[in-house]
């Protein structure tokens, strides 16, 4: 090691005052050389440094901010205490960083390498620890092809010569623990390339908590919050989803309702409205557009930086926690979209963590999402997966989430996804357009949840005719719990905007998804997707005078919670706000002071009550034997007519998409007897016309479709109605 004779700095030295040594703890802390013990501190703005053990004076070498102590090592304990006055006169008592030994185990770090920790944000991210009675902060990070990695903060001036981190070989883990520093500071990673040398001040991924936009530091967190859903939590894992009702409303937390002044309420004001709410109206759930960190409002939280940190904008991590506890205390569930396929190209967060491609694929035909300008992560490297799938766990362990909606699994199955042209993508080494490392991620994803977190649901937004979304992963399915059917709301909503003169052309719309229901566990969504960048408003999206509008949209809502599959209705739409969704303003709540307006949303109410109370309606949601056909062929008069079961019980739905009340309609009846009108959406209740059925119905013995029984009735116009058996 040669010195400069002039400075005594070495060759050595020199690389840490520029901040490019790979191992810090070589030269910094505690040393043996010559039957001589030494200590050497580098610590920039350092007018003077003692020990105060002893009271020992360091010596500056040269001209740099390397100070060195040499003398009697039975004078200094392990870790012993620095007292420094800084350039500004102000002196401070400080324990060595690099007097503490390794702080990861070996263990942890294979697991996490060979992409099997669950629970990676344990060991990576900043964690409060206690080590051998001093208190200070852990930190972690993984950045492989890195030459040198600090932390930086306010307690350092974001200076990042002053904390280099221990690299641990082969893993590719930094970690460093700095005593003295509490929760609550604010924190980054400095990142400097070994190729490249280029410099970066980086985001912890694992952090969880961020500050609040623009600005983009890390901020050391520690919950204190203690849970009170123990019952929720054990009725939950016993809970028999498969054939229990669901039905979720989906909000987006910035935009339902905001303060007098106009912004947002906190996330415990939130809690408190959103369960008066959803409560009175029967919803079962709720879900939450992505909470998870995000720079940008207008992307509604998918496009993620803070895969461990809940969004500061309404409160902090321990105010979330509360969010979802008063839920389940209160007796709704609580999802949240989680978004693995592609995150944001921000300077401070993933992109090209390390100086490389680290997160993402280095070829841009693996890499890029041209419709979002966003990036792909890496499915097929082990320590990408692992911090998916920690995230994932991390959500339902730590903030006891009910299920998780995977935004656009789609895109995470086809290597082709909106990319036109054969010189965009690669295929995989068969050939094909399927992504072999995706699926492989998704599949043990669902098999890692659904084994540790046993009665939580994980949703998948898949677009396509992918096969087997829902099927467990040993009979080769990808293992998602349920997919949302966006086959059958498009084609259900394209039939809607006709004019009701038109619509026995299109009467296959509402018949063809029987064709494949029951090949998957459906949610039926009429989400935040269909009501935003120019497709209206589900309100405006029906044809006709603003009668028929409010008629369309409540034979809509009917024939949603009559048809087999669990319910998603975003939020506004029970009460037929007009105007597309605007994620910067609140939902227009005045119009409930309008009886049109106002009997939508009682009608939404009554068929939570009823699809929540009546088996016939939930216990087959998945299976066949829980729907038949009365008559799906009438489409000259645009009605359609079915019955949904139990195992015990029966229910009967006729539909009538015209404005044309039908009088005297006659339908074939599995039993003979009575029966009555249990909901009609044309009742005067909701602001309809009030045409029905009053009082029973009688069989007439007369045989029709098939069926040795049937029933003559009314049917009211642009409405359904529901009937239930009443006895012989």
Same mark, same amino acid.
């Given at each position: 090691m040669r010195a400069?004779?002039q400075?005594?700095?070495?060759?050595?030295?020199?690389?840490?005052?520029?901040?490019?040594?790979?191992d810090?703890?070589?030269?910094l802390?505690?040393?043996?050389?010559g039957?001589?013990t030494?200590?050497?501190v580098l610590?920039?703005?350092?007018?003077?440094?003692r020990?105060?053990?002893?009271?020992?004076l360091?010596?500056?070498?040269g001209?740099?901010?390397i100070?060195e102590?040499?003398?009697?090592?039975t004078?200094?304990?392990?870790?012993?205490r620095?007292?420094q006055?800084d350039?500004?006169g102000?002196t401070?008592?400080?324990?060595?960083p690099?007097a503490?030994?390794?702080?990861?185990?070996?263990y942890d770090?294979n697991?996490?390498?060979?992409?099997?920790?669950?629970?990676a944000?344990r060991?990576l991210?900043?964690?409060?620890?206690?080590?051998?009675?001093i208190d200070?902060?852990?930190f972690?990070?993984?950045?492989p092809?890195?030459e040198?990695?600090?932390?930086i903060?306010s307690?350092?001036?974001?200076?990042?010569?002053?904390?280099?981190?221990?690299s641990r070989?082969?893993?590719?883990v930094?970690?460093?623990?700095?005593p003295?520093?509490s929760?609550g500071?604010?924190?980054?990673?400095?990142?400097?390339?070994?190729?490249?040398?280029?410099v970066?001040?980086?985001f912890?991924?694992?952090?969880?908590q961020?500050?609040?936009r623009?600005s983009?530091? +890390?901020?050391?967190?520690?919950? $204190?919050?203690?849970?009170? !859903?123990?019952?929720w %939590? &054990?009725? /939950?894992?016993a809970h028999?989803?498969l054939?229990?009702?669901?039905?979720?409303?989906?909000?987006?937390?910035g +935009?339902w309702q905001?303060?007098? $002044?106009?912004?947002?309420l !906190?996330?415990?004001? %939130? &809690?408190? /409205?959103?369960?008066?709410y959803v409560s009175?109206?029967g919803?079962?759930?709720?879900?939450?557009?992505?909470?998870t960190?995000?720079?940008?409002d207008d992307?509604?939280g998918?496009?993620?930086?803070?895969?461990f940190a809940?969004?500061?904008?309404?409160g902090?991590?321990?105010?979330?926690?509360y969010?979802?506890?008063?839920?389940h205390?209160?007796g709704?569930g609580?999802l949240l979209?989680?978004?693995?396929?592609?995150?944001p190209?921000?300077a401070?967060a993933?992109?090209?963590?390390?100086?490389?491609?680290l997160?993402e694929?280095?070829d841009?035909?693996r890499?890029?999402?041209?419709?979002?300008?966003t990036l792909?992560?890496?499915?097929?490297?082990?320590?990408v997966r692992?911090?998916?799938?920690s995230?994932?766990?991390?959500?339902?362990?730590?903030?006891?989430?009910d299920?998780l909606?995977?935004?656009a699994?789609?895109?995470m199955?086809?290597?082709?996804?909106s990319?036109?042209?054969?010189?965009e993508w690669?295929?995989?080494?068969?050939?094909?357009?399927?992504?072999l490392e995706a699926l492989?991620?998704?599949r043990?994803?669902n098999?890692v949840?659904h084994?540790?977190v046993?009665?939580?649901l994980?949703m998948?937004?898949?677009?396509?005719s992918?096969?087997?979304v829902?099927?467990?992963?040993?009979?080769?399915?990808?293992g998602?719990?349920?997919?949302?059917?966006?086959?059958?709301?498009h084609d259900?909503?394209?039939?809607f905007a006709?004019d009701?003169?038109?619509r026995?052309?299109?009467?296959?719309?509402l018949?063809?998804g029987?064709?494949?229901l029951f090949?998957?566990?459906?949610?039926?969504?009429?989400?935040?997707d269909?009501?935003?960048?120019?497709?209206?408003s589900l309100?405006?999206?029906?044809?006709?005078?603003?009668?028929q509008?409010?008629?369309?949209?409540?034979l809509l809502?009917?024939?949603m919670?009559?048809?087999p599959g669990?319910?998603?209705?975003f939020?506004g739409?029970?009460f037929?706000?007009g105007p597309e969704?605007?994620?910067?303003?609140?939902?227009q709540?005045?119009?409930l002071?309008?009886p049109?307006h106002h009997?939508?949303?009682?009608?939404v109410?009554?068929l939570n009550?009823?699809y929540r109370?009546?088996?016939?309606l939930?216990v087959?949601d998945?299976?066949?034997?829980g729907f038949?056909?009365?008559?799906?062929h009438?489409?000259?008069?645009?009605?359609?007519?079915?019955i949904?079961?139990?195992?015990d019980?029966f229910?009967?739905?006729?539909?009538?998409f015209t404005?044309i009340?039908?009088e005297?309609?006659?339908?074939g009846?599995p039993q003979a007897?009575?029966y009555?009108?249990i909901?009609n959406?044309d009742s005067q209740?909701?602001?309809g016309?009030?045409?029905?059925n009053?009082?029973?119905l009688?069989t007439?013995?007369?045989?029709?479709?098939g069926?040795?029984?049937?029933l003559s009735l009314?049917?009211?116009p642009l409405?359904?109605?529901?009937?239930?058996?009443?006895?012989?």
């Amino acid at each position: 090691m040669r010195a400069d004779k002039q400075s005594g700095v070495t060759a050595d030295l020199q690389r840490l005052l520029q901040a490019r040594h790979h191992d810090p703890f070589a030269v910094l802390g505690r040393h043996e050389q010559g039957g001589e013990t030494f200590i050497r501190v580098l610590l920039p703005h350092t007018r003077e440094l003692r020990l105060d053990d002893n009271d020992a004076l360091f010596q500056r070498v040269g001209n740099s901010d390397i100070f060195e102590w040499r003398g009697d090592a039975t004078q200094v304990p392990r870790y012993y205490r620095l007292r420094q006055i800084d350039s500004d006169g102000i002196t401070r008592l400080i324990h060595d960083p690099y007097a503490f030994g390794q702080l990861l185990s070996d263990y942890d770090l294979n697991l996490f390498s060979a992409g099997k920790h669950l629970h990676a944000y344990r060991i990576l991210g900043a964690h409060a620890c206690n080590i051998d009675g001093i208190d200070g902060i852990r930190f972690a990070t993984w950045a492989p092809n890195a030459e040198r990695v600090s932390v930086i903060g306010s307690f350092n001036r974001w200076d990042g010569r002053c904390h280099p981190m221990r690299s641990r070989n082969s893993s590719g883990v930094w970690e460093l623990f700095i005593p003295g520093l509490s929760v609550g500071e604010l924190y980054k990673y400095e990142i400097r390339n070994r190729d490249s040398g280029e410099v970066k001040q980086k985001f912890d991924p694992y952090a969880q908590q961020a500050e609040l936009r623009p600005s983009t530091a +890390s901020v050391v967190f520690q919950s $204190q919050y203690r849970w009170q !859903d123990d019952t929720w %939590l &054990a009725q /939950r894992q016993a809970h028999d989803w498969l054939h229990r009702p669901m039905s979720i409303y989906e909000i987006h937390l910035g +935009s339902w309702q905001r303060n007098e $002044q106009g912004g947002y309420l !906190d996330y415990r004001e %939130l &809690a408190h /409205r959103i369960v008066d709410y959803v409560s009175e109206l029967g919803f079962t759930h709720i879900e939450l557009l992505p909470i998870t960190e995000h720079p940008f409002d207008d992307s509604w939280g998918y496009q993620t930086t803070g895969y461990f940190a809940p969004t500061v904008r309404f409160g902090r991590p321990d105010e979330f926690r509360y969010f979802v506890d008063y839920c389940h205390q209160h007796g709704i569930g609580v999802l949240l979209d989680w978004v693995p396929a592609h995150f944001p190209r921000d300077a401070f967060a993933l992109a090209q963590y390390d100086g490389s491609a680290l997160y993402e694929h280095e070829d841009p035909r693996r890499g890029a999402h041209p419709d979002w300008g966003t990036l792909i992560y890496n499915y097929g490297r082990n320590e990408v997966r692992n911090f998916l799938i920690s995230s994932a766990v991390f959500w339902l362990q730590e903030y006891h989430l009910d299920g998780l909606r995977v935004d656009a699994v789609a895109s995470m199955l086809y290597l082709d996804y909106s990319k036109d042209k054969q010189e965009e993508w690669l295929p995989n080494i068969h050939g094909g357009n399927e992504n072999l490392e995706a699926l492989e991620f998704l599949r043990e994803m669902n098999t890692v949840t659904h084994r540790e977190v046993p009665g939580t649901l994980i949703m998948a937004e898949e677009s396509t005719s992918w096969p087997q979304v829902t099927r467990p992963v040993e009979l080769g399915g990808l293992g998602f719990s349920m997919k949302w059917n966006m086959g059958w709301m498009h084609d259900v909503l394209e039939y809607f905007a006709q004019d009701p003169i038109h619509r026995r052309y299109h009467h296959d719309k509402l018949t063809f998804g029987l064709l494949y229901l029951f090949t998957e566990n459906f949610i039926l969504p009429f989400s935040h997707d269909e009501v935003v960048h120019g497709k209206s408003s589900l309100l405006y999206k029906m044809p006709g005078d603003e009668w028929q509008k409010f008629a369309n949209l409540r034979l809509l809502y009917t024939f949603m919670y009559a048809y087999p599959g669990k319910k998603l209705l975003f939020m506004g739409c029970e009460f037929g706000q007009g105007p597309e969704w605007n994620a910067k303003e609140q939902l227009q709540w005045y119009v409930l002071e309008y009886p049109v307006h106002h009997g939508l949303q009682k009608l939404v109410g009554d068929l939570n009550s009823l699809y929540r109370r009546e088996p016939a309606l939930h216990v087959y949601d998945f299976d066949y034997q829980g729907f038949d056909w009365i008559d799906c062929h009438d489409s000259e008069q645009s009605i359609i007519s079915f019955i949904r079961k139990s195992d015990d019980r029966f229910v009967i739905v006729l539909l009538n998409f015209t404005p044309i009340p039908r009088e005297g309609y006659r339908i074939g009846v599995p039993q003979a007897g009575r029966y009555r009108e249990i909901h009609n959406s044309d009742s005067q209740f909701y602001a309809g016309s009030n045409v029905g059925n009053l009082g029973e119905l009688h069989t007439t013995g007369v045989s029709w479709m098939g069926r040795p029984d049937s029933l003559s009735l009314t049917l009211p116009p642009l409405a359904g109605i529901i009937l239930e058996y009443i006895a012989d």
